[in-house]
């Protein structure tokens, strides 16, 4: 079963304290993503940034502020959870204490209609639970095993249905390393054998890289990437992306563009950047992103506003002898804060996150001289010379030897607040015999200080 999301938003009114209404919170964005019939998409990101709130609209159990979401071509957006046809495994398990695992996987069938024989849901018990592999488990009571048994029979009740969509919300942060380990192996193997399009909530980077067709990537209830995992990892869009993903973390030098060469430490690093001078907010490049978003005055009513040269009728003037009514200049200070205003109330349809982001890409297109960060992935330095950047000069700090690889930990020359973390092989071990080695990126990406991306 494929499911869409279509520019949904969830919406949580806050509270009033004291009288007082703070801003209300935007828990999801404007999210669009499709999950393909059959596959498991994993929807990734730090607490709040509005996963879990998505599982759960798509359960049934939020209501969406806005937009729509579809079981195939079924609109299920005010559709009961009971008949969405979705299973959903909780983090906490939610078993039923006094019920056997048998009694535990067969509750939700006793309300399919037409209604099941005890035969057939004793024959559907056994599938599921061979399925999970806790086939000889169905007599125990959920004391009477262990946390990784627990989570199979969670799974087994939520496919005992058949469900047209499997989700799961967080369902091994109880489980200790080596349980996590095994079971979203199984996870994974029994969304395999099933065929159910399933969604999967976590925090861990790991997990969702390693079980997931697709993951979505999301900060601050805003979608910052939807990918093959291993795509997101090598081509992160913007600098939040590249930050969460990776084990160890990417490594960030604060760099500066400046007359069409990229500068690390006042040092040229890389070169061949457009150079334009300075980035002006009256640049007409930004009223072209305005209007293909629904922006509806013409531009010179837009330039004449950003200039401050925009005329309005004086409130509460009368027209002189000839008919012509006084008129003043409207005040306009002129901020990318201000601009986005004045667009958005003129039918600009984006919110003000993304249109911060396509002015950062305009100025990325403009090549301007800017302060922008890099970054290289620890396992992305060599000690010959690449086609990509110069050398990094680095003061070593301390060694580690980690199984077969060996982390060099330090920060740019003269720079002890620029830290730094390389991983090579231990057989590289003899070309480290200084304090300092220059070490060659094989890979960089280059992000504006906002995060967007530029190379």
């Not at 989570?151 to 939520?158: D, E, L, M, S, T």
């Not at 992306?241 to 690390?264: H, Q, R, T, Y």
């Amino acid at each position: 079963m494929e499911v869409r999301l279509e520019n949904i938003t969830k919406v949580f009114p806050a509270p009033k304290i004291k009288g007082k209404k703070g801003p209300d919170v935007y828990a999801v964005d404007n999210m669009t993503v499709e999950i393909p019939d059959g596959k498991l998409l994993g929807l990734l990101g730090p607490s709040g940034c509005g996963k879990s709130t998505t599982l759960y609209m798509i359960a049934g159990l939020h209501k969406p502020t806005s937009g729509q979401i579809w079981f195939g071509n079924q609109d299920v957006t005010n559709v009961p959870p009971e008949n969405r046809g979705i299973g959903l495994v909780f983090q906490n398990y939610a078993l039923y204490p006094h019920l056997s695992v048998r009694q535990n996987i067969q509750f939700p069938l006793h309300n399919v209609r037409p209604k099941l024989s005890k035969e057939e849901m004793e024959l559907i018990a056994q599938q599921m639970a061979d399925l999970v592999d806790i086939g000889g488990l169905l007599d125990r009571k959920p004391k009477e095993l262990s946390g990784g048994q627990q989570q199979r029979v969670a799974i087994a009740r939520a496919l005992a249905k058949r469900p047209q969509v499997l989700l799961l919300d967080e369902p091994l942060s109880n489980l200790d390393a080596r349980l996590r380990l095994q079971t979203r192996e199984e996870i994974r193997r029994i969304q395999r054998l099933s065929g159910v399009t399933t969604v999967f909530v976590t925090h861990d980077q790991e997990e969702a890289m390693s079980i997931s067709d697709v993951i979505v990537v999301m900060n601050r209830g805003i979608v910052q990437q939807v990918d093959e995992p291993q795509t997101v990892y090598d081509e992160p869009l913007n600098l939040f992306v590249a930050k969460f993903l990776g084990n160890p973390a990417i490594n960030i030098f604060n760099g500066e563009l400046k007359d069409g060469n990229l500068l690390i430490d006042n040092q040229v690093f890389d070169t061949g950047y457009q150079a334009k001078g300075e980035f002006s907010l009256l640049d007409e490049g930004i009223f072209d992103l305005a209007v293909e978003q629904g922006f509806t005055l013409p531009k010179e009513d837009y330039v004449a506003m950003l200039k401050g040269e925009a005329l309005r009728p004086v409130a509460g003037a009368t027209p002189d002898a000839e008919g012509v009514v006084p008129t003043e200049v409207v005040p306009f200070e002129l901020t990318l804060e201000n601009i986005y205003a004045f667009v958005k109330e003129n039918g600009y349809k984006l919110n003000k996150e993304a249109f911060e982001l396509s002015v950062q890409s305009l100025k990325a297109q403009l090549g301007v001289n800017r302060p922008i960060k890099v970054g290289v992935r620890p396992e992305a330095f060599s000690f010959a010379k690449t086609n990509e950047g110069e050398a990094v000069p680095i003061d070593i700090n301390f060694i580690e030897h980690i199984g077969r690889d060996i982390s060099i930990v330090g920060n740019i020359h003269d720079q002890p607040s620029t830290k730094v973390r390389v991983i090579i092989p231990s057989e590289m071990r003899s070309k480290v015999n200084a304090d300092t080695v220059k070490l060659y990126p094989k890979r960089f990406y280059v992000f504006e200080e906002s995060g967007q991306r530029i190379k």
